[in-house]
């Protein structure tokens, strides 16, 4: 992002609308800071309509590129992070597309709610040991559920310091990271093993259970 304030302001915009519109009853805050850094930073605050509130913070960041952090509080946080982060996931991508990041600077926009994302990058990590130990002893090759891209990319990354192979597998919103033992062969596709009952395959969401999910009740 060549311009992170304005970056900043537009998403804080973006946030405006689609919680004003939609009635909720949220705050949020935009942080933009050094990728690497993570430092923590000041800025100015500036209160929104409605129940929700913007504070885009812009840090002092001299090493790497800078990043835009999203937290949300507020009672409806919890439909932010229902079915797995679903809507958070969903806010995050529509960011990034409107500031027309490439694949590979999609990392720089994060939001979370709650720790939501922490929390959920701990249980990554601790799953990922548990696969390793569990491969390494095994021989056998180890498929994890279903992430999005930015989780895929972490995965693969904590994964790579144990030195064993990765590789993704899957389709669409059903694409998966499998830990392969030494050795292996990851071109070619992935087949379960059944007698395996830890290794069931990773669910995709049928169309009509995410259309039914988000459907107005009355």
Not at 4 to 14: E, L, N, S, Y
Not at 83 to 98: D, F, M, V, Y
């Amino acid at each position: 992002m060549d311009d992170t304030a304005q970056a900043a302001q537009t998403i804080a915009k973006f946030l405006q609308t689609f919680i004003s519109s939609g009635g909720l009853r949220l705050r949020f805050r935009v942080k933009a800071r050094s990728a690497k850094l993570r430092a923590a930073d000041n800025g100015e605050s500036s209160e929104a309509s409605h129940d929700e509130s913007a504070t885009v913070e812009e840090g002092a960041g001299k090493d790497g590129p800078r990043a835009l952090y999203v937290e949300f509080t507020g009672p409806d946080t919890a439909l932010l992070t229902a079915r797995n982060g679903e809507l958070l996931n969903a806010l995050e991508h529509i960011a990034t597309k409107i500031l027309r990041l490439e694949p590979e600077q999609q990392d720089l926009v994060v939001f979370d709610a709650n720790q939501f994302k922490v929390n959920r990058d701990r249980q990554m990590h601790a799953s990922a040991t548990a696969a390793i130990e569990r491969v390494s002893s095994t021989g056998r090759p180890h498929a994890f559920p279903p992430m999005n891209s930015r989780e895929r990319r972490m995965l693969h990354m904590v994964l790579a310091e144990s030195g064993l192979p990765t590789a993704s597998s899957g389709e669409g919103p059903g694409r998966f990271v499998v830990l392969y033992p030494k050795g292996a062969d990851t071109s070619e596709p992935f087949n379960y093993f059944p007698a395996d009952a830890n290794q069931t395959p990773p669910r995709r969401h049928d169309a009509n259970q995410v259309r039914n999910a988000f459907r107005p009740r009355y």
